[in-house]
Antibody
């Protein structure tokens, strides 16, 4: 079974930084396209960004509100995905999920499975 | 960006009844690239349907998806107690991928 386990969440002040990790097992991680999706508690889901596999270019893309502040990276030797979050804002407060992307014919895909999430709280 | 609008916001039904959830897109969803997820309190979302109508592995056949273009539907043929949850649609045919705001399915 595929398992994704996020860590690194916590309380940070506005303008601060935090790095989230997602440890993956049960899949060929170096072939996986990995994403971060966030959810404000009690609200809906928002795609944050993704990183393709290195064999597919290893490129990243992001939703507009986090471009220039967040960076997704991966360490295939450790089967781990990262989300470096800088210049954090109060509106970045959310549960952050990592998830694997699958596609069939499109450049984007559906997400399965999801980790359990890690809560990031940005507050003074 | 494609905006997905789900309706109704809340659906109150009893176990054994049929549930019909709607997801309407602001523009054509190319290729029927639409997925449905179920989320229970305190849990991560779970994939139910991809490609508008393909069930994910392990999903019971009481869940079915249909639609194309701008109108999509998730149908649960006979509600089981464990089906009461929040359901989200997601389009992945255009960048950025976007989610609907969710439909809460509650026990009547």
């Amino acid at each position: 079974d595929v398992q994704l386990v996020e860590s690194g969440g916590g309380l940070v002040k506005p303008g601060g930084s935090l790095r989230l990790s997602c440890a993956a097992s049960g899949l060929t991680f170096n072939n996986a396209w990995m994403n971060w999706v966030r959810q404000v508690p009690g609200k809906g889901l928002e795609w944050v960004g993704r990183i393709k596999s290195k064999t597919d270019g290893g490129t990243t893309d992001y939703t507009a509100p986090v471009k220039g502040r967040f960076t997704i990276s991966r360490d295939d030797s450790k089967n781990t995905l990262y989300l470096q979050m800088n210049s954090l804002k109060i509106e970045d407060t959310a549960v952050y999920y990592c998830t694997t992307e699958f596609s069939s014919g499109s450049d984007y895909g559906w997400f399965d499975p999801w980790g359990q999430g890690t809560l990031v709280t940005v507050s003074s | 960006e494609i905006v997905l609008t789900q309706s109704p916001g809340t659906l109150s039904l009893s176990p054994g009844e049929r549930a019909t959830l709607s997801c309407r897109a602001s523009q054509n969803v190319w290729g029927r690239y639409l997925a449905w997820y179920q989320q229970k309190p305190g849990q991560a979302p779970r994939l139910l349907i991809y490609g508008a109508s393909s069930r994910a592995t392990g999903i019971p056949d009481r869940f079915s998806g249909s639609g194309s273009g701008t109108d999509f539907t998730l149908t649960i043929s006979r509600l089981e107690p464990e089906d009461f949850a929040v359901y989200y649609c997601q389009q992945y045919g255009s960048s950025p991928g976007t989610f609907g705001q969710g439909t809460r399915l509650e026990i009547k």
